[in-house]
């Protein structure tokens, strides 16, 4: 148990939809970040957010966008489902800053399961 | 552009053995390599944290070593059992990353039979 948790687990959406996944990370940890894992190949980094600002992003569209609040929860959103989208989504969250130097390990989530028919 | 490679991508051991997962990147700036377990349809455990200043890190059955300057890290894990039987991911944090910037590698899947 990594003190993440996520919701929904599974989740059922229609290309052109619209979709919001849930985070909640370990209390005391202001950064998160999100991954997309496609079936049979590693996460691939979204975004991360600092202190409610996104501080980093990968070859992700701006349909994919982001909220953290204050309370350590996060959202992902991602607009204009396409089918190339169905995929585990994970959020992973640890205690460090926003960059610069420091170890800090990844704690992620369960994953949920997006599916676009 | 940081690329990581694991070999095998899939390997199959009889329980008992002791076995050595590969993980290699291109580019040697990065400032931690972490690897992880993924059971199916899972989130990820994160196993053992290599700073780039560190030659290896051991956790239980676990050893992991890094040769930064070579781009190599490998899992060495001692005395498998059933239960270890899951998918391994390493991933690197490039220098000048955010710090939940991770290039994961495809992972090695692991197959350990009683």
């Known amino acids: 148990e990594t003190g993440v948790t996520q919701s929904p687990t599974h989740l059922i959406k229609t290309r052109g939809q619209q979709v919001t996944l849930r985070c909640s990370s370990q209390s005391g940890h202001n950064t998160v970040s999100w991954y997309q894992q496609a079936l049979g190949q590693g996460p691939q980094f979204i975004f991360q957010?600092?202190?409610?600002?996104?501080?980093g992003r990968g070859n992700f569209p701006p349909r994919f966008s982001g909220l953290q609040f204050p309370n350590y929860s996060s959202e992902l959103n991602v607009n204009a489902l396409e089918l190339d989208d169905s995929a585990l989504y994970l959020c992973?969250?640890?205690?460090?800053?926003?960059?610069?130097?420091?170890?800090?390990?990844?704690?992620f989530g369960p994953g949920t399961r997006l599916t676009v028919t | 552009k940081q690329e990581v490679t694991q070999i095998p991508a899939a390997l199959s051991v009889p329980e008992g053995e002791n076995l050595v997962l590969n993980c290699s990147f291109t580019?040697?700036?990065?400032?931690?390599l972490q690897w992880f377990r993924q059971d199916p349809g899972k989130g990820l455990t994160s196993l053992l944290l290599i700073q780039s200043s560190q030659r290896e890190q051991t956790s239980g059955r676990l050893n992991a070593s890094l040769d930064k300057s070579s781009g190599r890290s490998t899992l060495y894990i001692a005395a498998s059992q059933p239960g270890d039987s899951a998918t391994y991911l390493c991933a690197v944090r490039p220098e000048g990353g955010s710090q939940g910037n991770l290039i994961f590698g495809k992972g090695t899947k692991l197959s350990v039979k009683p």
């Open positions: 580019d040697s700036a990065i400032y931690n």
């Open positions: 957010y600092y202190r409610e600002e996104e501080n």
């Open positions: 992973a969250s640890n205690s460090g800053g926003p960059g610069g130097v420091g170890d800090y390990e990844q704690y």
